[in-house]
């Protein structure tokens, strides 16, 4: 299974590529298993967006270093984030939880623009089909049915993240594509005992981490644990200090 995994992951990859790809990058474990791919077969560039010193950019610069790859940093200031909390919220105007998730991708798109890229990865979908979040694990010690979950809003995410995403490349001139939201992908992954899937509950995606292994993805990042990319990139302090004003100003577009 995890030779057919893995050969699902290439082959979804490789489908979405183009001869210069653009990769959201975090130095995390799915971005790091689309780059690691992407370079077998394109010219993938990488863009990071975040505040000074971030972990993200800690381990993106060292894995970009491993790989090989250009690695496009852009460093925000806390003013930059509040302005791009705005331009995110202009593109979805959804709670505040949600805006932030766009800064540190709407920073890195237009760094993106700015070199020409025209198509850039993303990856979403792997927290949905490889057991990423811990609220998965506590839903299922709760006694919730966690695989109907986990299909319920892996096959809604088009309405939801991917859409997001999409509109606010779309800015940019860039058109988002997802190598995890894959049909053929989500079938081999779905058919992988939801217990072995959770295995680790501290790493957690440990299946995927295991096919990042086999295909020989940086240790670095198979082995680095979780972080959210609001926090990950270091600009969540900043919008929570901000967090009442900005809810005020920019409440959800359904809010009374």
């Known amino acids: 299974m995890l030779v057919e995994l893995a050969k699902a992951l290439e082959d979804g990859i490789q489908q979405a590529l ?14 790091t298993i689309i780059a690691h791919v992407a370079k077998k077969y394109s010219s993938p560039e990488l863009f990071i967006a975040g ?7 800690q381990y993106a610069e060292v ?5 090989g790859l250009p690695l496009h940093k852009r460093t925000l200031s ?7 909390y705005r331009a995110s919220y202009s593109i979805f105007p959804g709670e505040f939880l949600k805006v932030e998730l766009l800064v540190p991708l709407c920073a890195a798109g237009e760094a993106a623009q700015k070199e020409g890229i025209e198509v850039m990865l993303f990856g979403t979908g792997a927290e949905e089909l490889f057991v990423g ?7 299922a010690q709760e006694g919730g049915d966690l695989e109907k979950l986990l299909r319920e809003e892996y096959s809604t995410l088009r309405n939801r993240e991917i859409k997001m995403i999409t509109r606010a490349m779309r800015k940019y001139g860039i058109e988002a594509r997802f190598p995890f939201y894959n049909p053929e992908l989500e079938k081999i992954a779905s058919s992988i005992p939801l217990q072995q899937r959770m295995e680790d509950k501290i790493l957690k995606k440990c299946v995927l981490r295991e096919a990042a292994k086999f295909l020989g993805v940086p240790e670095l ?10 926090y990950g990139s270091g600009i969540h302090n900043v919008l929570l200090k901000n967090a009442g004003e900005l809810s005020r100003t920019f409440p959800p577009k359904d809010a009374p």
């Open 78 to 84: 806390p003013h930059e984030v509040l302005e791009y």
């Open 51 to 57: 505040m000074e010193r971030c972990e993200d950019f």
């Open 18 to 31: 183009e001869d210069r790809p653009g990769v959201a990058f975090s130095g995390g474990l799915d971005s």
């Open 133 to 139: 979040y811990a609220r998965y694990y506590t839903y």
């Open 221 to 230: 990042a198979v082995k680095r644990k979780k972080k959210a990319l609001q």
């Open 63 to 67: 894995l970009a270093e491993k790989m």
